[in-house]
């Protein structure tokens, strides 16, 4: 006799599971999120992964650019590949963005980075950026990035932020209600050890009291420290756009420099049309007037001619 056992995909290997999973778009995998628990911690781990690594992508792309491009501004402007870097650039910028709104939450594992969508058309632009060298029209490559970015950041500030907030209130709400009927507890607890000071189990239960108290003070500082992290990378990040800036205004600036210059050298050509329109005016009318002052000369002669040769027929 045949048995046909019949498998679900939580009995297969976790390995089998990841194998399986890198099949779905990140998008799928976001909706996925909601089947169950199991498919909750995978798809979060594969949405995390994926957001983590875009970073890295990125800057690798960047330095192999950089290195490709001129040290001068104006011949780094003229290069082919300076609109692949400043797209990068650009779609660096949004990841910055990103991970100021979402890294607090993913890093204290309050949520994962849910917007699917919005990574699978990262890897789209950034496997277009890889294939392709010349772009025609950049800035509609980076819009439907730009676009999914700021609704997702907008959703997250609005919708997520706010009840993250509420669930850290409530725990730091049970964390002093903890702390407060703990002391109440230990004065109480230490008047009816004076009058009991043979029972020791009372000693038993402050300690497991005390060392729930001392986690969850350790969890908070974990907390703590990862705040005054991300508020250090926020400065950092601060300082980095700022330089940006800077030296977008200083190439704008040097754009404009060379756009009066050309202005200037425009002019001067047509300067130099109109003085070589009238030069050639002057020639074709001058051309004009010289075969009539030829004829008449011709006439002047001929006829000085005519008379002497029939004077000379009368004395002949």
């Not at 994926?50 to 001068?72: A, M, N, V, W």
């Not at 779609?91 to 993913?106: E, G, H, N, P």
Request: charge should be positive; proline fraction near 3%; aromatic fraction near 8%.
């Amino acid at each position: 006799m045949t048995t046909n056992i019949i498998l679900s995909f939580t009995d297969l290997p976790l390995l089998v599971q990841d194998k399986i999973i890198n099949y779905f778009s990140y998008a799928e995998l976001s909706c996925l999120r909601s089947t169950s628990k199991h498919f909750q911690r995978l798809c979060s781990e594969k949405l995390n992964r994926g957001y983590s690594q875009l970073e890295i992508i990125i800057h690798d792309l960047q330095k192999q650019i950089k290195t490709k491009l001129p040290r001068r501004e104006s011949e780094r402007h003229k290069h082919p590949l300076s609109t692949k870097f400043d797209i990068i650039s650009s779609l660096d910028s949004r990841i910055q963005w990103l991970k100021l709104t979402f890294s607090s939450a993913i890093q204290n594992s309050f949520c994962c980075f849910y917007p699917g969508h919005l990574l699978d058309e990262i890897y789209s632009v950034l496997n277009h950026l890889k294939t392709q060298q010349s772009f025609s029209n950049p800035c509609t490559l980076l819009q439907e990035t730009r676009d999914m970015s700021s609704m997702a950041i907008e959703h997250f500030r609005e919708q997520i932020k706010p009840k993250l907030q509420s669930m850290r209130m409530t725990s730091l709400n049970t964390i002093r209600h903890n702390i407060s009927t703990f002391s109440t507890t230990m004065t109480s607890s230490l008047s009816h050890y004076h009058h009991y000071h043979r029972k020791r189990s009372t000693n038993g239960i402050f300690r497991r009291r005390i060392d729930i108290l001392k986690n969850r003070i350790c969890k908070q500082n974990i907390i703590m420290k990862s705040q005054k992290s991300q508020v250090k990378h926020y400065k950092q990040l601060l300082h980095m756009r700022t330089k940006s800036l800077i030296d977008h205004h200083r190439r704008l600036k040097y754009l404009e420099k060379k756009n009066k210059e050309s202005e200037q050298i425009l002019l001067e050509i047509q300067r130099d049309n109109n003085t070589l329109l009238q030069r050639i005016d002057r020639f074709v009318l001058t051309y004009d007037n010289i075969p009539t002052e030829l004829n008449n000369k011709k006439c002047d002669e001929i006829f000085p001619q005519i008379n002497t040769n029939l004077k000379r027929r009368k004395i002949d």
